[in-house]
């Protein structure tokens, strides 16, 4: 059988652990090799409350936080690109494209995870990153694209974009956009890996810990929004697109 394979394209350490840590640990778990690319190593954000690093350290910290966090979550590998934080939008896109084509030829993913045109929160990284990763699941399945990587082509099956239903952005009070309720494809309970999710993001990302997510709600909301991970299907490659699924697999032939 086929090994499953799980690639997330994100753009700073901890999104990972924030917006799809539950998932991550959930299919790691299951034996699909986990694998991710953070295209900066997060230096234009905080060094913890009270700092617990210089902002010139900040780098190699972020680095080693996000190496202690897919630890904890089961990912086998992971990659960070060299580019600057705060400055994708302005990057050549063509590059950081191909970038990610050279990761998704690499990993050979049947799944690959990404934000959504929303960016979650409106983040120009995450926005820039969602249209960089969208255009990569399909050129990489191109042999006409980017041949002098000298990799073959890899044809993912399904490109998923993380997001929130509106009913629960508005039951929160979230600040960003959603989608529509019955745009969402599948909400994945976390619930088993809620624990594993919360040390990704507390113990490792220790820089961000003091910036909680859903931190305006009761913690007994917040538990509710860290509980489930939500995903819009976006593209599939040789299988049916269905409107609503249990599992980021299913219609994926082992
Ligand atoms: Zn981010």
Redesign the pocket.
């Known amino acids: 059988m086929a090994e499953r394979a799980l690639l997330g394209l994100?753009?700073?350490?901890?999104?990972e652990s924030?917006?799809v840590g539950g998932t991550l640990a959930r299919y790691a778990g299951e034996g699909v090799r986990v694998s991710l690319v953070v295209a900066t190593r997060?230096e234009a954000?905080s060094c913890g409350e009270p700092p617990l690093c210089t902002p010139e350290e900040l780098p190699r910290v972020r680095e080693r936080e996000l190496a202690e966090a897919c630890r904890i979550l089961g990912v086998r590998e992971w990659q960070l690109l060299d580019y600057r934080d705060g400055t994708l939008a302005d990057v050549d896109r063509g590059e950081l494209t191909g970038q990610l084509v050279t990761a998704i030829r690499r990993v050979r993913p049947g799944v690959v995870l990404t934000f959504g045109p929303e960016?979650?929160?409106l983040?120009a990284?995450?926005i820039t990153v969602h249209y960089a990763a969208t255009a990569a699941f399909e050129l990489a399945a191109d042999p006409m694209a980017y041949p002098e990587q000298g990799l073959s082509a890899h044809t993912a099956s399904k490109l998923y974009y993380t997001t929130l239903p509106e009913s629960l952005v508005h039951a929160i009070n979230w600040a960003y956009p959603g989608i529509p309720d019955d745009q969402v494809t599948v909400a994945l309970d976390v619930r088993p890996w809620l624990d594993q999710k919360k040390r990704a993001t507390n113990e490792a990302h220790r820089t961000q810990a003091h910036d909680q997510p859903f931190a305006n709600l009761t913690e007994d909301a917040r538990w509710v929004a860290l509980s489930t991970e939500y995903f819009h299907l976006a593209a599939t490659h040789g299988i049916e697109p269905a409107a609503h699924e249990e599992d980021l697999f299913e219609g994926i032939e082992p």
């Open positions: 994100f753009a700073h350490p901890d999104d924030r917006i997060g954000g960016g979650r929160t983040h990284d995450h």
